[in-house]
């Protein structure tokens, strides 16, 4: 699977974007997705993940109710809408689709494909 991201940009706080992550070479369908960030000098952490076996979405504190993780099948794109943007939401975002473990949904460790990254910016 081959996976590219897109949408990103600069942003005033508050604002919103919209990233795109669509697959190429084999379908999205039977893996679940999700949406990592990472910011300079720091780990790369899970900001969304959309379980394939039963729906279930889970977002971490940071960014529950401003951050919504959805999937075309149809167009074998996931999308991340992000809102009340923060300057530190600022990071470079991946996209990323496997198969994880309940203990890995939020973990690198859990996914196996990756796209490239798309920048967003959030600042006055």
């Known amino acids: 699977v081959q996976l590219q991201a897109s949408g990103g940009g600069f942003v005033q706080p508050g604002g919103s974007l919209r990233l795109s992550c669509t697959a190429s070479?084999?379908?999205?369908?039977?893996?679940?997705v999700a949406w990592f960030r990472q910011a300079p000098g720091k780990e790369r952490e899970g900001v969304a993940c959309?379980?394939?076996?039963?729906?279930?979405?889970y977002y971490p504190h940071s960014v529950k109710g401003r951050f919504t993780i959805s999937r075309d099948n149809a167009k074998n794109t996931v999308y991340l809408q992000m809102g009340d943007l923060k300057p530190e939401d600022t990071a470079v975002y991946y996209c990323?689709?496997?198969?994880?473990?309940?203990?890995?949904?939020?973990?690198?460790?859990?996914?196996?494909?990756w796209g490239q990254g798309t920048l967003v910016t959030v600042s006055s």
């Open positions: 990323a689709a496997g198969t994880p473990i309940l203990s890995t949904r939020n973990s690198p460790r859990g996914y196996k494909y």
């Open positions: 959309l379980s394939d076996t039963d729906g279930t979405k």
């Open positions: 070479r084999s379908t999205l369908n039977g893996y679940s």
